[in-house]
């Protein structure tokens, strides 16, 4: 059977993959660059019979996708810098309370107002360490369409896995350039739907208490269940509690179920990698510009490899101390002003040998930026 093809915006790509993973629920509110995933779902959502409602603002955006999400829908929101910003408090809600929904952030130029409607990769520590507290967190990138597409069903399969708010963060080229999309067949990508408790009505249901698995069967809120929900620290049956034990246990929970499954949660793309005396890391639109190297000077016999991130968070730093062990130098080329940078130094056996192509002027970094990066570090008898 011959695919549907489209050509497709980048943040309309994200809109048809949150509704083949199953959205029932967006609350937005309107900002560049990510604007488009609003619109559209304004018009396609409920076309599916969920529901889409804009917000007053990004605060009020976060914390009604967490109230659907708590009814037992699939829940998302979508917004850039400043907004994912404002958002910050309620995501830490959702990691303490352990609530599955996914965030889109579609990256601009910062800090504050910066530039709308310009590119930048500036959030990636935000999206780790934005909220407070000790926590772990999902981020995951992509640098096409196809990609977007996939990482957007895998944002929502991740966040019903772990019970988790999910972030995707995009960037400003992505999200806005076109080409084509093979759309997926239906059922042709698994879908992970949410955990549901097997406790029948009137038996004591415990929200928080872990399968041995890891995972927590969730009952719809306002369904056959009565149960606490807070942002405090709470015991299994969710009420607030200052016992040291308690406290000790559900953070050791919130933290582990994630960093102890990096390479379950860890996606890559690898190129030419197994003969790579240079290797180029990067992720999201930049990756687009160091594929390009890579094969170009492959075939003037220059022996170049990509590792390409999708996960950021949690940082597959095991696997990127393998896939660069062998490798004379390692550039990382990401739109910003190091931020993966300093994750890649600590993974590696030698941290001196790691180098940065980056730019933090709201334009794209080019080939020709890279190459010329390239011709720096081999001049230093690399």
């Known amino acids: 059977m011959n695919k549907k093809t489209l050509f497709l915006q980048g943040n309309e790509v994200c809109v048809e993959a949150a509704l083949y993973a199953g959205l029932d629920f967006f609350a937005g509110y309107p900002i560049t660059p990510s604007t488009e995933i609003v619109e559209h779902l304004a018009s ?11 917000m007053e603002d990004e605060i009020a955006s976060m914390c009604a996708i967490i109230g659907a999400s708590l009814t037992g829908m699939k829940a998302m929101t979508a917004t850039s810098g400043p907004g994912f910003s404002l958002m910050q408090e309620a995501i830490g809600y959702a990691v303490m309370a352990e609530i599955p929904c996914v965030i889109v952030n579609v990256q601009r130029g910062g800090p504050s107002t910066g530039m709308p409607t310009s590119v930048s990769q500036g959030d990636v520590m935000q999206a780790r360490w934005g909220t407070h ?9 992509a640098s096409n369409h196809q990609d977007v597409f996939a990482m957007t069903v895998e944002a ?8 988790t708010p999910v972030i995707l963060l995009l960037d400003e080229v992505v999200g806005h350039m076109r080409e084509k999309l093979l759309m997926p067949e239906p059922a042709e990508i698994p879908l992970i739907e949410r955990l549901h408790t097997s406790v029948k009505e009137g038996t004591d249901y415990h929200p ?13 809120f306002g369904g056959v269940h009565r149960y606490n929900v807070t942002g405090l620290v709470h015991d299994m049956w969710g009420f607030p509690t200052n016992n040291p034990k308690i406290a000790h246990g559900l953070m050791r929970h919130i933290v582990d179920k994630i960093e102890n499954r990096v390479s379950e949660i860890t996606r890559v793309k690898e190129y030419f990698l197994d003969d790579a005396e240079g290797i180029l890391l990067s992720y999201g639109s930049s990756a687009r510009s160091a594929l390009h190297v890579v094969k170009n000077r492959r075939k003037s016999g220059e022996r170049l490899g990509l590792l390409e991130l999708q996960t950021l968070w949690p940082f597959p730093a095991e696997l990127v101390r393998e896939r660069c062990a062998h490798a004379k130098y390692v550039l990382v080329v990401e739109l910003n002003m190091g931020q993966i940078l300093q994750e890649v130094k600590k993974a590696v056996d030698d941290p001196s040998k790691v180098f940065l192509a980056n730019k933090v002027d709201g334009t794209f ?12 570090i081999l001049g230093k008898g690399v």
Not at 133 to 141: F, K, N, P, S
Not at 156 to 163: C, I, S
């Open 156 to 163: 929502f399969n991740l966040a019903e896995t772990y019970r």
């Open 365 to 376: 970094i080019t080939p020709t930026d890279i190459r010329n990066v390239i011709r720096l």
């Open 44 to 54: 396609r959502l409920p076309q599916k019979g969920g529901c889409f409602i804009q």
């Open 133 to 141: 507290g000790d926590h772990a967190i999902i981020t995951l990138t």
């Open 208 to 220: 928080y208490l872990p399968r041995e698995d890891g995972r927590l069967p969730m009952s719809d």
